[in-house]
């Protein structure tokens, strides 16, 4: 993994915060500890996200040596799933305990794991998906609207549109498939799947996708539907933002790999591996408002 800068002046907190889990960690001039706790999409559970966020700078404190009361006096970066907008990001800030702390979405922290300070698109597929363009030191963001009205080619869209097509199948409109025989075998019925859908966590869904992947790669009809469908959304989103041939795509994110093949001949050559995670791209932005608040205070 490419360090994305640990020129240290004081220590640093960051997050990153999606559906499926919260990654946080504390750089100092030791180097990078972190911890790994549940969701903490503050859309979708609040609640439950600020007490994930609590726990884990509880272990964060345990296994780093800091006091907890030494980590919240530090400069923090938190990137987290659901913040959609000035008001809850600072609702967010407001009710963590840390006393210099910037909420953005996950994007940005995605971003600048991804491509560093490279001009590029990241696509970002995890349990949800969004888009980051980053050209000439200029960044412009679309999608991570949240899984009802958006997140397309995201693990839960995935997931949803395996169960839809299933039941496609099951009324004879599209042919059966190996995909559609072991959902409604894993849900006993098609009347099973309609009752898991409307009860199912936003992880449940995503959690899916790894059936679909798996068959689409064994030749599945419907999987494979499935995910081309998904690359040719990300292709027509990447060009909308700006994409050309010769400039990096950047695939993140628990199935973002899996929709390569499915991508144009041009995009495919212009894959580009992440320089880091989302978590490193947190920490660099957490050392960016620290120089700010430096600045403030001196």
Not at 115 to 144: E, I, N, P, W, Y
Not at 191 to 197: D, N, P
Not at 245 to 261: D, Q
Request: charged share 15%; net charge neutral; proline share 4%.
């Amino acid at each position: 993994m490419i360090d994305l800068g640990n020129t240290m002046s004081i220590p640093v907190v960051a997050a990153d915060g999606g559906g499926t889990r919260c990654r946080l960690a504390v750089r100092s001039g030791a180097g990078d500890v972190s911890v790994v706790v549940g969701s903490a999409n503050v859309t979708t559970g609040f609640d439950a996200a600020l007490s994930e966020i609590r726990r884990g700078l509880s272990a964060l404190a345990a296994k780093s040596g800091f006091s907890e009361a030494d980590l919240i006096s530090f400069p923090a970066f938190f990137g987290l799933a659901g913040v959609t907008g000035k008001t809850i990001s600072e609702r967010v800030a407001a009710a963590l305990p840390l006393q210099q702390v910037r909420v953005t979405d996950d994007r940005p922290t995605a971003l600048r794991g991804g491509l560093g300070h490279r001009d590029g698109v990241l696509v970002h597929c995890g349990t949800g998906s969004f888009f980051a363009m980053q050209q000439g030191g200029k960044t412009r963001f679309g999608g991570g609207w949240g899984p009802i009205l958006g997140d397309q080619a995201s693990a839960y869209w995935v997931g949803r549109r395996a169960l839809s097509i299933t039941l496609r199948a099951e009324d004879g409109l599209v042919a059966q498939s190996n995909l559609s025989r072991s959902l409604l075998e894993r849900h006993k019925s098609a009347a099973g799947i309609v009752s898991f859908a409307a009860m199912a966590r936003q992880a449940e869904m995503a959690a899916i996708a790894p059936l679909v992947t798996g068959l689409a790669q064994q030749g599945d009809p419907l999987a494979q539907s499935i995910m081309q469908e998904a690359g040719t959304s990300i292709a027509t989103t990447a060009q909308a933002m700006g994409w050309q041939p010769g400039l990096a795509i950047c695939l993140t994110g628990g199935i973002a790999a899996h929709y390569a093949p499915y991508l144009p001949v041009n995009m495919q050559k212009n894959i580009t591996q992440p320089l880091g995670e989302p978590l490193q791209g947190a920490l660099s932005l957490a050392q960016d408002f620290s120089k700010e608040f430096l600045d403030e205070r001196c």
